[in-house]
């Protein structure tokens, strides 16, 4: 699902497939997610579709920005969803999953990355009310990752 998700993410911004199909990493990935899975800090959900099938994930946590107190941010690692699910609301779910992990957590902002080539998902992110804060570092083809962070609507 991981590598999925994250070839369709980087196509989409002009990334070329072979450069993220590559076999040789897929059992670095694997033991990543393994890692990911057992930790305590993180949380992954799936959405499934009505068949059962998993056409997405999420995975959440403190945020890992040194000049962020991890107590206030809480950090979106990922959203993921099957190229062939996009525009059917998957995203959104999980979006939604996402602001109430933070809420839960009781922190105040959301803070993610999103790579600068893919305009795709800085609108997704636009649209669900995240802005730039005009942090950067360097990512693929010369284009860097841009940080978003997300004012999130205390609940009383």
């Not at 809480?74 to 190229?83: C, F, M, P, S, T």
């Not at 997704?124 to 284009?143: I, M, Q, S």
Request: glycine fraction near 10%; aromatic fraction near 8%; include cysteine.
């Amino acid at each position: 699902m991981h590598t999925r998700t994250r070839t369709a993410y980087y196509t989409a911004g002009g990334l070329p497939e072979e450069e993220l199909t590559d076999p040789s990493a897929w059992r670095e990935r694997r033991d990543a997610w393994a890692r990911v899975l057992v930790s305590p800090a993180r949380t992954t959900l799936v959405a499934e579709d009505l068949d059962g099938t998993v056409v997405g994930l999420l995975t959440a946590g403190p945020s890992h920005h040194e000049d962020l107190d991890a107590s206030t941010y809480y950090e979106l690692y990922q959203i993921g969803v099957l190229a062939h699910t996009w525009g059917r609301g998957v995203g959104g779910a999980l979006h939604r999953e996402f602001v109430a992990l933070a809420a839960a957590a009781g922190c105040a902002e959301g803070v993610l990355e999103c790579w600068a080539s893919n305009t795709r998902a800085q609108r997704f992110y636009a649209r669900n009310g995240w802005r730039p804060d005009g942090a950067r570092r360097p990512g693929p083809l010369d284009h860097d990752y841009l940080r978003m962070r997300l004012k999130l609507v205390p609940h009383s």
